[in-house]
């Protein structure tokens, strides 16, 4: 049963705006806490007390030079923690647990998003490079030291020129079999590795994408292991580079460039688990399809995507943490009653941050549902070339998402805070610095959105596949007729707002789940449906012509992507909300849930009003709903945030630390103090209007 008592809070400065009645439905928190945790919530724990320690903590005000060297540090403490070898195997230090590996090394963005991409680019990628594309040899030679921080790594992939377009890098490796070495060469300025964690300090080698040119033929990107430094920190011979220097965000990392000159490694620095060179000269590959090798190297790396997708959600988290908590003990602009009015009693307040708060709880869910994805592949118990592409689908899609929603979610809570948001104390502008470039990382959004759009056009073509000319006409009649006239319960949501009585009733009997579910499934069938006739006729078009018209329809495309991402969570949430057994915390989730659903359909109102969907009527209503919404959740906002699990340590914000609330309490006390000494100055008199 919910504990219905009144929980002590730090923002219990007026009860009865606060907390909701002794009477009304109330989350048990603890229970929450375990579902946003997720299926390593154990472990998790085991992170966010470590991350208790300052000494993992940002310092705002270091110069980059002090930033990067104490985040260096911090990764040094984390080998001491062994927190970050979780994902290897027993024989090198590791526990062969992908899943919990990635849910800890997300938690670390609560202590500074520098150390959890700096952490990512040494474990996540120069380390998971030698692991995943490389063989044992390869694991004997280097795993173990790179594990363990003795040798710091690049991740040497973009490229100045090419950022996401990774099959059209310029570095060259060149295989020579008369001293069996592969010649590492960057041949012009666009072809530098660019944008580098490691690169510019700390690295001392890297893994290097480079086309893989053997008897003339080239057999496309394949990675090479290629030390950078020596002992004394110094480039070796042929190899160069710069310093990316201050940067927008995330500046304890030392990001760099790197350039290669005829550089030469050994043959068997290629990492070749997907193709290999014989020391003749012979390439194979257990791939034979060259699209399918360099998806399928790629992809062996999707982890990166994956913890995005974790940590960004978590940095919303955190945000709508401390500005629903700063909401509910700063007080602004006097009553009715003559006392100032706490800031979540504002419906603006309420719209700006509860909707946000919905959205991701929304993302906690479905991540967690990628996280067990990730695990099932990466850990052997549902590795098949389908549950791959599934995975990658997955996380192009949520970490899309989620990345954005990060940025419009700190800047909002930002400014619910005002002038005391703005200061680096309470975390929220650094927070906005950092997260900027978690949208273009491990892939730019819109580019991984059209990835996952290539993919719905290809599961809706499956449908006609052997299907004869008549069978696809019935098919397209079918989806027109249903466009019209049955589309997503349009009998039942085009109806008159008279026919349930009052507005409020009528959505609410009307826009229920199983109709959310409806409507948003139907969107994402009619949006992909729609691109794919239009691409119909690319077959029969020269490919320039073609091009052309994909191009003509990328937006749509793009705006289809989207769509089935947030399908996803609504229903990783509607999972989550019938997972729970206790009847408070069920209520107040499934309105929160609607709340999320709801938000959909405000935010895309447009489509459905011109597809003909919802009525005029109905879609007015919706907004109405939300708005009830809001306020039917406004007593339970604190208990939400309070349910991600975050300790003091954590936020570190002095406004979400209790310190507006006593100074709200001197203020009224002294108010008060000053009425009953019967020393208060009057009012000034306004003249008579007579």
């Known amino acids: 049963m919910a504990d219905t008592s009144v929980r002590p809070q730090a923002s219990d400065a007026e009860p009865t705006h606060e907390v909701a009645p002794s009477d009304a439905p109330r989350i048990d928190i603890p229970l929450v806490t375990d579902k946003l945790l997720g299926t390593w919530g154990d472990i998790r724990r085991t992170a966010r007390e470590m991350l208790k320690d300052s000494a993992f903590w940002r310092i705002d005000g270091q110069t980059h030079h002090e930033h990067r060297e104490r985040v260096y540090s911090q990764l040094g403490l984390l080998v001491q923690h062994n927190a970050i070898g979780r994902a290897f195997p027993v024989e090198y230090g590791g526990e062969n647990n992908n899943g919990g590996n990635l849910a800890s090394f997300e938690e670390l963005v609560l202590a500074d998003p520098s150390l959890q991409i700096k952490a990512g680019v040494q474990w996540g990628l120069f380390t998971s490079a030698i692991y995943q594309l490389g063989t044992k040899k390869h694991w004997d030679k280097w795993l173990k030291a790179a594990i363990e921080l003795e040798i710091p790594g690049a991740f040497a992939m973009t490229e100045t020129g090419h950022g996401s377009d990774v099959a059209a890098i310029g570095t060259t490796a060149t295989y020579a079999p008369e001293t069996e070495e592969f010649v590492i060469h960057t041949p012009f300025r666009g072809a530098w590795k660019d944008y580098l964690g490691n690169a510019a300090v700390h690295g001392t080698a890297a893994t290097v994408f480079a086309q893989l040119i053997t008897g003339g033929v080239n057999y496309g990107v394949h990675c090479f292991f290629v030390p950078i430094r020596d002992e004394n920190g110094e480039f070796l011979p042929g190899v160069g580079g710069e310093d990316d220097g201050v940067k927008g965000g995330l500046n304890g990392i030392d990001n760099g460039r790197l350039h290669f000159t005829e550089v030469r490694v050994p043959r068997e620095n290629l990492l070749n688990r997907y193709g290999d060179v014989a020391a003749d000269g012979t390439y194979s590959s257990p791939i034979?399809?060259?699209?399918?090798?360099?998806?399928?190297?790629?992809?062996?790396?999707?982890?990166?995507?994956?913890?995005?997708?974790?940590?960004?959600?978590?940095?919303?988290?955190?945000?709508?943490?401390?500005?629903?908590?700063?909401?509910?003990?700063?007080?602004?602009?006097?009553?009715?009653?003559?006392?100032?009015?706490?800031?979540?009693?504002?419906?603006?307040?309420?719209?700006?941050?509860?909707?946000?708060?919905?959205?991701?709880?929304?993302?906690?869910?479905?991540?967690?549902?990628?996280?067990?994805?990730?695990?099932?592949?990466?850990?052997?118990?549902?590795?098949?070339?389908?549950?791959?592409?599934?995975?990658?689908?997955?996380?192009?899609?949520?970490?899309?998402?989620?990345?954005?929603?990060?940025?419009?979610?700190?800047?909002?809570?930002?400014?619910?805070?005002?002038?005391?948001?703005?200061?680096?104390?309470?975390?929220?502008?650094?927070?906005?610095?950092?997260?900027?470039?978690?949208?273009?990382?491990?892939?730019?959004?819109?580019?991984?959105?059209?990835?996952?759009?290539?993919?719905?056009?290809?599961?809706?073509?499956?449908?006609?596949?052997?299907?004869?000319?008549?069978?696809?006409?019935?098919?397209?009649?079918?989806?027109?007729?249903?466009?019209?006239?049955?589309?997503?319960?349009?009998?039942q949501l085009g109806q008159a707002v008279a026919d349930l009585g009052q507005v409020a009733r009528s959505v609410e009997l009307g826009l229920r789940a199983k109709d959310q579910h409806e409507l948003l499934t139907d969107r994402v069938q009619q949006m992909v449906a729609d691109v794919a006739g239009r691409l119909r006729a690319a077959t029969k078009l020269s490919p320039d012509a073609a091009a052309a018209l994909f191009n003509e329809n990328q937006v749509e495309l793009l705006e289809a992507a989207r769509a089935h991402a947030e399908l996803l969570q609504w229903e990783a949430f509607t999972d989550a909300v019938a997972s729970v057994e206790d009847a408070g915390t069920k209520q107040v989730l499934g309105w929160l849930r609607d709340l999320f659903g709801l938000g959909l359909l405000e935010k895309h109102l447009s489509w459905y009003l011109m597809h003909g969907r919802l009525s005029n009527q109905r879609a007015i209503a919706v907004g109405r709903y939300i708005d009830r919404l809001c306020l039917r959740l406004r007593p339970h906002a604190q208990d939400l945030v309070d349910a991600f699990g975050f300790a003091p340590e954590h936020v570190r914000a002095p406004i979400a630390s209790g310190a507006e609330k006593e100074r709200q309490d001197e203020a009224a006390a002294y108010y008060a103090d000053l009425a009953a000494s019967g020393t208060a100055p009057a009012k000034e008199k306004k003249p008579s209007t007579r």
């Not at 007080?331 to 979540?344: D, H, I, N």
């Not at 273009?440 to 580019?447: K, L, R, W, Y």
């Open 288 to 491: 034979a399809s060259p699209g399918r090798r360099f998806f399928t190297m790629l992809g062996a790396l999707v982890q990166g995507r994956v913890s995005l997708d974790g940590a960004a959600t978590t940095a919303s988290a955190l945000a709508l943490n401390i500005a629903v908590t700063y909401g509910n003990q700063r007080r602004q602009f006097a009553g009715a009653s003559g006392a100032e009015t706490v800031l979540l009693d504002y419906g603006k307040h309420q719209r700006r941050l509860i909707p946000r708060l919905a959205t991701t709880y929304a993302q906690t869910f479905a991540h967690d549902e990628l996280l067990r994805k990730f695990d099932a592949v990466f850990g052997g118990t549902n590795d098949t070339e389908e549950s791959r592409e599934d995975l990658e689908t997955l996380a192009a899609a949520l970490k899309s998402l989620s990345t954005w929603h990060a940025l419009d979610t700190v800047q909002e809570a930002r400014e619910a805070c005002g002038g005391s948001g703005f200061l680096a104390e309470n975390r929220l502008v650094g927070l906005r610095s950092d997260l900027d470039v978690y949208v273009t990382f491990e892939g730019d959004n819109n580019v991984l959105l059209q990835l996952v759009g290539k993919r719905l056009l290809g599961d809706y073509a499956k449908q006609f596949k052997g299907k004869d000319s008549k069978e696809i006409a019935a098919f397209v009649v079918g989806q027109t007729a249903g466009k019209v006239f049955h589309g997503a319960g349009l009998r």
